[in-house]
């Protein structure tokens, strides 16, 4: 394994709390719905996370 | 991603249940399944895509019939006839038992066989999956369907793959191995959800505290100068009581100078009142004495005329006796009142004519009895006259006596106010009035001003109130901005991660399909992985690289090659970067048919590479396709073997077999009945 790609992840690794958790939580809804070309609901799923980000 | 078993009941050529475990364990984890063309290798590897995806492979002759024909020849019509497929599998430490059922009512006379059903039921950890979750989405989570036909293929048409006709696909699904796919989409909804929050913010809006905020010091300001002018009228109201308190106190003091000086005020108007009385009566005196004064003055000439009337009357000369007019009227007439005629120049008429002088008299009488009326007249009113002088000057003399007392009175009193004349009362209670006027109207005035300031600081504690919710929006337009500036950081960042995928994990891929290819294919060409994650064959010349057109079997190599090295690379950026990563780490490859029409080269090439790329491996493989370099590539990593054996209704058939560790194993016979199955053997290893 290379620094390289220990970089990929630094933005997410880096960033302050609540931004990381921000994308996680949308990557975690993204990937759960990866498998829909259109998923439904993930627009609103997306703003929640937000709002339950940054309070 | 870990297959674990597969049951087939009625499926196909598969009479009743049939299962199969499969190998799994690591350095163990081929499973190889043996059988003829048309035992059922293809229906095995579309019982899996058809259970977890309800899809078949192109190879899969009529997709719409699942149902076993001898299942279906021995129900009686009217009858229901079942078939299913299930396939257990392990994900993440969870176990999935994935079943797909489907089954037909037998008609009772020729009518067509319509399947009805073919829904999905899932259980994980032995929970069944209901609404509002999918089976179908759980299984989708697992391993994207997109990319279902890069793990369950057919060997033999696994050149489709790379066609250029499919590059989008291939790209598709290369984006979301490499999460390239889940980074896009993360930006993008992260971005619709920018809309959504800058449109929350624009709602909220600041200017509207602004205004509030302003109109609340407005108000303020306002109750400041309401509260300034009531302090104003406040002193106003105590600086007029003071003076109040003043005329009260004097006029308390000059309440006895005041009952005097309305005792002189009423004896002054007395005494005015009697002058004018007086001055009254003088003037009838006056009057009296100028218009019948003369009167007392004719006593002597009166006495004249009565001497003067009585030696007429003494002489008889009065009273007349014949009136003129009366001798004048007979003469006229022509006749005496005793008849005789009095024609001119008798004697009779100048008799009668005589009288006239006579009737001269009459006039004299007529003024004595006229003037003696007069006289007696005037001598009754001489006593009146006298009576009525007298009166007057009685009257005059009484209000003169009047008017003196009335003087002295009003010199003891002016003897009294001496010095205490100026001070007015009545001005001082007039004025006293007039402070308590003021003071009432004062009094007016700061209950409105009060009222006011009442008003005031109503609207005041409403807009302070309005303020604060305003405040309260404040925070939440802070919080907006907060979370808007979060997600635009986090767009950043995921723009950054992809940008960082698109750089290495392509290059790594590209790189790793590369060493791939060149194992196995002795040509210059090379794969590449463009910009749009299109997987192309180039060429390399001396002017540049050239994509050239692969051949079926370049092709082949070049699916293969990528299959393995999205595998092998999947499972290390999963490892390694858990949060990008797919959750699946590990693949299961289901190959029918496998190598299709490679050269033997090639086919050893491929057969060492798969199974250590793989996590496992499922080779559904003919005699011909098992041959020595394969078997003896694979035979190490293989855990389990089975043989599909295919009992032929044909009547002069030839039976076939397969020699497997020594023992022969047969994949085709003869049927006992007429109807055609295949039943499943596990080769003793």
Redesign the interface.
Same mark, same amino acid.
């Given at each position: 394994?290379t620094s390289?790609? *220990?970089? +990929?992840?630094?933005? =997410?690794m880096s960033?302050?709390p609540? /931004?990381a958790k =921000? +994308?996680?939580e /949308? =990557?975690r809804v993204? %990937?759960? *719905?990866?498998?829909?070309d259109r998923p439904k609901g /993930? %627009?609103a799923d +997306?703003?929640q996370i +937000? %709002?339950d980000? /940054?309070? | 991603m870990k297959l674990l078993s597969i049951k087939l009941f009625n499926f196909r050529q598969f009479w009743g249940e049939v299962a199969i475990d499969l190998a799994g364990q690591p350095g163990q984890s081929i499973t190889v399944i043996h059988g003829n063309n048309g035992a059922g290798k293809t229906t095995l590897l579309n019982a899996f895509t058809w259970v977890l995806y309800g899809q078949h492979t192109g190879a899969f002759a009529a997709p719409e019939q699942h149902i076993n024909k001898r299942a279906i020849a021995q129900t009686t019509p009217g009858s229901r006839i079942d078939c299913w497929v299930e396939v257990v599998f392990e994900h993440n430490s969870n176990r999935y038992r994935a079943r797909r059922s489907c089954y037909l009512e037998k008609p009772r006379l020729d009518q067509p066989l319509i399947e009805q059903g073919g829904e999905l039921d899932l259980q994980i950890n032995g929970k069944l999956v209901q609404p509002p979750e999918e089976p179908d989405d759980k299984i989708g989570q697992v391993l994207p369907e997109s990319l279902h036909r890069y793990f369950f293929f057919d060997g033999e048409r696994i050149d489709q793959i790379v066609k250029s006709e499919n590059k989008s696909e291939i790209s598709k699904a290369i984006r979301t191995l490499l999460s390239v796919e889940v980074l896009d989409r993360a930006i993008n909804h992260l971005k619709d959800a920018l809309r959504s929050l800058n449109k929350e913010l624009a709602e909220i809006g600041d200017p509207e505290t602004k205004r509030l905020v302003k109109e609340k010091e407005a108000l303020i300001e306002e109750k400041a100068e309401l509260d300034v002018s009531r302090e104003e009228i406040a002193a106003e109201i105590a600086a007029f009581e003071q003076q109040k308190q003043k005329v009260t106190t004097l006029l308390r003091q000059l309440d006895q100078i005041g009952q005097i000086q309305e005792r002189r005020d009423l004896l002054k108007q007395q005494a005015e009142a009697t002058q004018a009385q007086l001055d009254r009566s003088e003037d009838k005196l006056r009057r009296t004495i100028s218009a019948r004064g003369y009167m007392v003055f004719l006593t002597d000439a009166i006495a004249q005329f009565r001497n003067l009337a009585n030696d007429l009357r003494q002489r008889g000369e009065l009273p007349a006796g014949i009136k003129q007019q009366f001798v004048e009227d007979l003469l006229d007439e022509g006749t005496c009142i005793c008849g005789t005629a009095l024609a001119p120049d008798t004697p009779a008429r100048q008799q009668v004519a005589s009288w006239l002088d006579r009737s001269g008299i009459q006039q004299v009488e007529e003024a004595v009895l006229q003037m003696g009326g007069e006289v007696n007249s005037i001598e009754r009113q001489i006593p009146e006259f006298w009576a009525e002088v007298e009166q007057e000057q009685s009257s005059i003399e009484n209000l003169r006596r009047h008017l003196a007392t009335l003087e002295n009175q009003l010199d003891t009193i002016r003897e009294q106010l001496k010095g205490s004349e100026d001070i007015n009362v009545s001005g001082l209670e007039q004025r006293l009035e007039e402070i308590e006027n003021q003071i009432i109207e004062l009094h007016r005035e700061d209950e409105n001003v009060a009222q006011d300031i009442e008003t005031c600081e109503a609207e005041s504690a409403a807009l302070t109130k309005q303020i604060k919710e305003l405040k309260a929006k404040s925070k939440q337009q802070a919080l907006i901005q907060r979370q808007i500036r979060a997600a635009d950081d986090a767009i950043a960042r995921i723009g950054e991660v992809r940008s960082r995928v698109d750089q290495k994990f392509r290059v790594v891929l590209e790189h790793k399909v590369r060493e791939i290819f060149r194992q196995v294919s002795f040509k210059t060409q090379v794969p590449k992985l463009t910009e749009n994650y299109e997987l192309v064959l180039v060429e390399t010349l001396t002017d540049g690289e050239s994509v050239v057109a692969p051949s079926t079997g370049e092709n082949q190599i070049l699916s293969l090659s990528f299959i393995g090295s999205i595998i092998e690379r999947v499972r290390y950026w999963s490892k390694k970067h858990s949060l990008i990563g797919l959750d699946s780490s590990s693949f299961p490859i289901v190959m029918d048919s496998p190598f299709g029409t490679l050269d033997e080269n090639y086919r050893r090439q491929i057969a060492r590479l798969i199974p250590i790329l793989a996590d496992q491996l499922v080779v559904l493989a003919t005699k011909t396709q098992w041959r020595g370099e394969v078997e003896t590539e694979m035979e190490p990593y293989i855990g389990k073997e089975y043989v599909l054996v295919f009992n032929s209704a044909k009547p002069d058939g030839q039976p076939e077999s397969i020699v497997l560790h020594g023992d022969a194993y047969p994949l085709v016979r003869q049927s006992p009945n007429e109807f055609e199955w295949t039943e499943v053997v596990e080769v003793e290893r």
């Amino acid at each position: 394994m290379t620094s390289d790609q *220990n970089d +990929i992840e630094e933005p =997410i690794m880096s960033a302050p709390p609540e /931004v990381a958790k =921000i +994308i996680r939580e /949308v =990557i975690r809804v993204e %990937k759960e *719905n990866l498998h829909s070309d259109r998923p439904k609901g /993930v %627009k609103a799923d +997306i703003l929640q996370i +937000i %709002k339950d980000a /940054v309070r | 991603m870990k297959l674990l078993s597969i049951k087939l009941f009625n499926f196909r050529q598969f009479w009743g249940e049939v299962a199969i475990d499969l190998a799994g364990q690591p350095g163990q984890s081929i499973t190889v399944i043996h059988g003829n063309n048309g035992a059922g290798k293809t229906t095995l590897l579309n019982a899996f895509t058809w259970v977890l995806y309800g899809q078949h492979t192109g190879a899969f002759a009529a997709p719409e019939q699942h149902i076993n024909k001898r299942a279906i020849a021995q129900t009686t019509p009217g009858s229901r006839i079942d078939c299913w497929v299930e396939v257990v599998f392990e994900h993440n430490s969870n176990r999935y038992r994935a079943r797909r059922s489907c089954y037909l009512e037998k008609p009772r006379l020729d009518q067509p066989l319509i399947e009805q059903g073919g829904e999905l039921d899932l259980q994980i950890n032995g929970k069944l999956v209901q609404p509002p979750e999918e089976p179908d989405d759980k299984i989708g989570q697992v391993l994207p369907e997109s990319l279902h036909r890069y793990f369950f293929f057919d060997g033999e048409r696994i050149d489709q793959i790379v066609k250029s006709e499919n590059k989008s696909e291939i790209s598709k699904a290369i984006r979301t191995l490499l999460s390239v796919e889940v980074l896009d989409r993360a930006i993008n909804h992260l971005k619709d959800a920018l809309r959504s929050l800058n449109k929350e913010l624009a709602e909220i809006g600041d200017p509207e505290t602004k205004r509030l905020v302003k109109e609340k010091e407005a108000l303020i300001e306002e109750k400041a100068e309401l509260d300034v002018s009531r302090e104003e009228i406040a002193a106003e109201i105590a600086a007029f009581e003071q003076q109040k308190q003043k005329v009260t106190t004097l006029l308390r003091q000059l309440d006895q100078i005041g009952q005097i000086q309305e005792r002189r005020d009423l004896l002054k108007q007395q005494a005015e009142a009697t002058q004018a009385q007086l001055d009254r009566s003088e003037d009838k005196l006056r009057r009296t004495i100028s218009a019948r004064g003369y009167m007392v003055f004719l006593t002597d000439a009166i006495a004249q005329f009565r001497n003067l009337a009585n030696d007429l009357r003494q002489r008889g000369e009065l009273p007349a006796g014949i009136k003129q007019q009366f001798v004048e009227d007979l003469l006229d007439e022509g006749t005496c009142i005793c008849g005789t005629a009095l024609a001119p120049d008798t004697p009779a008429r100048q008799q009668v004519a005589s009288w006239l002088d006579r009737s001269g008299i009459q006039q004299v009488e007529e003024a004595v009895l006229q003037m003696g009326g007069e006289v007696n007249s005037i001598e009754r009113q001489i006593p009146e006259f006298w009576a009525e002088v007298e009166q007057e000057q009685s009257s005059i003399e009484n209000l003169r006596r009047h008017l003196a007392t009335l003087e002295n009175q009003l010199d003891t009193i002016r003897e009294q106010l001496k010095g205490s004349e100026d001070i007015n009362v009545s001005g001082l209670e007039q004025r006293l009035e007039e402070i308590e006027n003021q003071i009432i109207e004062l009094h007016r005035e700061d209950e409105n001003v009060a009222q006011d300031i009442e008003t005031c600081e109503a609207e005041s504690a409403a807009l302070t109130k309005q303020i604060k919710e305003l405040k309260a929006k404040s925070k939440q337009q802070a919080l907006i901005q907060r979370q808007i500036r979060a997600a635009d950081d986090a767009i950043a960042r995921i723009g950054e991660v992809r940008s960082r995928v698109d750089q290495k994990f392509r290059v790594v891929l590209e790189h790793k399909v590369r060493e791939i290819f060149r194992q196995v294919s002795f040509k210059t060409q090379v794969p590449k992985l463009t910009e749009n994650y299109e997987l192309v064959l180039v060429e390399t010349l001396t002017d540049g690289e050239s994509v050239v057109a692969p051949s079926t079997g370049e092709n082949q190599i070049l699916s293969l090659s990528f299959i393995g090295s999205i595998i092998e690379r999947v499972r290390y950026w999963s490892k390694k970067h858990s949060l990008i990563g797919l959750d699946s780490s590990s693949f299961p490859i289901v190959m029918d048919s496998p190598f299709g029409t490679l050269d033997e080269n090639y086919r050893r090439q491929i057969a060492r590479l798969i199974p250590i790329l793989a996590d496992q491996l499922v080779v559904l493989a003919t005699k011909t396709q098992w041959r020595g370099e394969v078997e003896t590539e694979m035979e190490p990593y293989i855990g389990k073997e089975y043989v599909l054996v295919f009992n032929s209704a044909k009547p002069d058939g030839q039976p076939e077999s397969i020699v497997l560790h020594g023992d022969a194993y047969p994949l085709v016979r003869q049927s006992p009945n007429e109807f055609e199955w295949t039943e499943v053997v596990e080769v003793e290893r």
